[in-house]
């Protein structure tokens, strides 16, 4: 059985560029979610994806936007970058959309490092 | 005022020291109450999950929360170097969004 695996690992960019991260779910898992860790702080919420739809979303601007694929593996679109976005961005997948009884499944991946310079 | 709050440390123990780790929160509706130990460069891992008030054990490890002081601690009885991590406390308000404490970094010495 597979985890959660991020690409890239890491990436540096500039102010006003696009960044896309992606995520393949640990096997029989059909919903991702989507985390920003900024240094020294805890992980939060971006949005959900279930289905290949949204389902769910923190406080983030609609320049941050996502996709779910059929085969449950997704994106992370950042447009017009600022520095403020520099972080670990992480995936992590669950076998359930709804209840919190998913969570004690839920899986992270490594994580995407963006540098925005 | 945070949803969550923890306090970032750096906490230093001596190996085999009893580690006690916290996190208050003031939401009320929060139900599940999460540990996870994230390492250098690494996603986060779940250690610990519980729902009730009480305690809750795993090896080294215990749970323990309060919701009527909104309050939760984990405890890790004799710590090792291995142990030396970031600690995150996280809560769920909804499905599986899930609100992170701001995460406390242990150093165990040896």
């Known amino acids: 059985e597979t985890g959660v695996t991020q690409s890239p690992t890491h990436l540096i960019k500039t102010r006003g560029q696009q960044v896309t991260l992606r995520c393949s779910s640990q096997?029989?898992?059909?919903?991702v979610s989507w985390y920003q860790q900024a240094l020294g702080q805890g992980p939060q919420f971006i949005f959900q994806y279930y289905r290949e739809e949204e389902n769910g979303r923190g406080n983030f601007p609609p320049r941050f936007s996502g996709l779910q694929f059929p085969n449950y593996s997704s994106e992370l679109n950042v447009n017009a970058l600022e520095l403020d976005d520099s972080a670990l961005y992480l995936c992590?997948?669950?076998?359930?959309?709804?209840?919190?009884?998913?969570?004690?499944?839920?899986?992270f991946g490594a994580g995407s490092r963006l540098t925005v310079l | 005022q945070k949803e969550v709050e923890q306090d970032p440390g750096p906490l230093s123990v001596p190996e085999g020291a009893i580690v006690s780790l916290n996190c208050t929160y003031s939401?009320?509706?929060?139900?599940?109450f999460m540990w996870y130990r994230q390492y250098s460069r690494k996603g986060p891992e779940l250690l610990m999950y519980t729902y009730s008030s009480g305690n809750k054990e795993d090896g080294r490890f215990t749970a323990q929360v309060d919701k009527s002081s909104k309050y939760i601690s984990l405890f890790i009885r004799d710590s090792q170097p291995s142990d030396s991590a970031t600690y995150l406390c996280a809560m769920i308000l909804y499905g599986n969004k899930l609100v992170f404490g701001a995460g406390t970094i242990l150093r165990v010495k040896s």
């Open positions: 096997s029989g898992h059909n919903t």
């Open positions: 939401n009320s509706a929060f139900q599940y």
């Open positions: 992590a997948s669950s076998p359930d959309r709804t209840g919190p009884s998913g969570a004690n499944v839920l899986t």
